[in-house]
C-alpha cells in the first residue's frame, strides 16, 4: 500500500511540476504557424486550385508551397490549441473553462465574424464561382436569411453562421473544446497521469513518436471514405486527435525529449511522403471521390498522407523545442496578437487581392504585393481598432488588458488554447 501510494504521489507531484513549466517554443510556433496560415492563403490566388478569388496566371511554385503547407499546418494548429488548454486548466473548473472558451470564440464568431468579415467573403466566392452578378448589398438579406437554414451534415452546422470562411476554425475549435473536455479532466486525474506516464514511456523509445500515427491513419481510413469533402466529420476527428495529442505533449518531458530526438528523421520522411502525395494527385491523376472505400490506393494514399503530416509536424516541434524555448519582449506582444490577426487576415487578403490580380503584372510581384498590403492593413486594424481599446478587444476574443504596472509573462495559455 505504501508504495502505492508513493507511485501516486511521484505521478501527481511530476504531472503538476510539468504542466508549471512554461514552453516559450509553443508561443513562438503559434505565432510562426499563423504567419504560416497568413502566406497561404495569399498564395491561393495562384495554385490552381479554385478558391473565392482566383488569379488568371497559376504557378507550380504556389502549388507546391500551398499543398505543402496544406498537409500540416492546420493539424499543427490544433496540437498547439490542446497544448494551450493543458495550461489552461490547471487553474479553473469546467464552467470557467468553457465560459472562457464562448468569449475567445464564440464572440468573436458572431459579432465581428458574422456581420462584417463573413459576408464579403461570401460575395467573393458567388461573384468569382458561382455567377452571381449583383452587388455586395444586394447580396446581404440572402446571407442573413441563411441563419435561419441549419444543417448538421457538417461539424460547423453546430455552430451555424451562413458562410463560415476562414472562421470554420472558430467553430471546430469551441466544438472540440466541448467535446474533449471530459477526457482533458481524466487525464488530469491519477489513472490519467498515469496512462500519460506509460505512453511517454513508450514514446521515449526509438520510433516511440509514431504512436501518434495509429489513431490518425485509422481516423482517415476509416471516416474519410464515408464523410466526403473539405472540412467535414472525418477531418473534425482527426482535429480531434490532435488536439489531445497536444493537450497531452506538456504533461511529460519525454514527449518533448522525444519529438526532438526524431526531428531529423521526421524530416526525411515529411519530405519524402510529400513527394509521395504529389506523384498521386499529380502523377496519377489520383482524387478520391467516394466510390473505391478501403481500396489499396485508397489505403496507401491516407497512410502516406498521415505519416507525412505527423512528420512534419514533429520536425517543426522539435525545431521549436531546441531552438525557440526563450522569452523577449516581443513575445508577449505577438501572441496576444495572433487571434485578431486570424480573425482579420483571409478577409483582408481578398480585399486586397480583388483590386490585385486583375493587373497586368506578374504572380510573384503580384503575391508580394498582396503580402506587403494585408500584413500592413491588418496591423493598422489591430493597432488602431482593437488592441487599445477594451470593447474591441471584446469583440475579437482577446483578454482584458494588463495594467502598466502588471508584470506579464507569456505563456501557451496566451492565445486560444
Not at 511540476?17 to 491561393?44: G, T
Not at 500551398?66 to 488548454?85: I, Q, R
Not at 478577409?347 to 494585408?374: E, M, N, R
Request: aromatic content about 18%; some cysteine; proline content about 5%.
Amino acid at each position: 500500500m505504501g508504495s502505492h501510494k508513493g507511485c501516486r504521489d511521484l505521478l501527481l507531484l511530476k504531472g503538476e511540476r510539468d504542466m508549471q513549466e512554461r514552453r516559450y517554443d509553443i508561443d513562438w510556433l503559434r505565432v510562426f504557424v499563423m504567419l504560416a496560415v497568413f502566406f497561404f492563403h495569399c498564395a491561393r490566388f495562384f495554385c490552381g486550385v479554385r478558391w473565392h478569388l482566383n488569379n488568371n496566371e497559376q504557378s507550380i511554385v504556389a502549388l507546391v508551397f500551398v499543398g505543402w503547407l496544406d498537409m500540416w499546418f492546420m493539424p499543427l494548429f490544433f496540437l498547439l490549441s490542446g497544448v494551450g488548454s493543458w495550461y489552461a486548466l490547471r487553474s479553473v473548473n469546467n464552467g470557467q473553462y468553457l465560459l472562457d472558451r464562448v468569449k475567445r470564440i464564440l464572440v468573436p464568431l458572431y459579432t465581428v465574424g458574422l456581420f462584417l468579415l463573413l459576408p464579403p467573403q461570401l460575395y467573393f466566392e458567388i461573384f468569382s464561382n458561382r455567377g452571381y452578378a449583383g452587388t455586395f448589398w444586394e447580396m446581404l438579406p440572402h446571407y442573413f436569411s441563411d441563419l435561419r437554414h441549419f444543417s448538421f451534415d457538417w461539424p460547423g452546422g453546430l455552430v451555424h453562421v451562413p458562410f463560415s470562411g476562414h472562421l470554420w476554425f472558430l467553430q471546430f475549435l469551441f466544438l472540440i473544446s466541448v467535446l474533449a473536455l471530459p477526457l482533458m479532466r481524466y487525464l488530469r486525474s491519477e489513472k490519467g497521469l498515469r496512462l500519460i506516464d506509460t505512453l511517454a514511456g513508450w514514446c521515449n523509445r526509438r520510433g516511440g513518436i509514431f504512436l501518434f500515427l495509429v489513431p490518425v491513419i485509422i481516423i482517415r481510413i476509416g471516416l474519410r471514405s464515408v464523410f466526403l469533402g473539405e472540412h467535414a466529420w472525418a477531418d473534425f476527428f482527426e482535429f480531434v486527435v490532435f488536439f489531445i495529442i497536444g493537450y497531452i505533449l506538456p504533461a511529460d518531458i519525454r514527449f518533448t525529449e522525444s519529438v526532438k530526438k526524431h526531428g531529423w528523421t521526421c524530416l526525411v520522411l515529411g519530405i519524402a511522403c510529400f513527394i509521395g502525395e504529389g506523384f498521386f494527385t499529380l502523377g496519377l491523376g489520383y482524387k478520391y471521390l467516394g466510390d473505391e472505400p478501403f481500396s489499396l490506393i485508397f489505403v496507401l494514399f491516407e497512410t502516406i498522407v498521415s505519416i507525412g503530416r505527423w512528420s512534419w509536424i514533429v520536425f517543426v516541434l522539435g525545431l521549436g523545442a531546441r531552438h525557440l524555448n526563450f522569452n523577449r519582449a516581443a513575445l508577449a506582444y505577438c501572441n496576444e496578437a495572433v487571434l485578431p490577426f486570424y480573425i482579420f487576415h483571409q478577409t483582408i487578403i481578398l480585399c486586397v487581392g480583388w483590386f490585385v490580380i486583375p493587373w497586368d503584372i506578374g504572380v510573384l510581384p503580384k503575391y508580394l504585393i498582396i503580402v506587403a498590403a494585408s500584413f500592413t492593413l491588418i496591423m493598422a486594424l489591430y493597432e488602431g481598432l482593437v488592441r487599445r481599446f477594451k470593447p474591441m478587444r471584446v469583440l475579437f476574443g482577446m483578454r482584458p488588458k494588463k495594467k502598466p504596472y502588471a508584470t506579464h509573462v507569456p505563456g501557451p495559455e496566451g492565445a486560444v488554447a
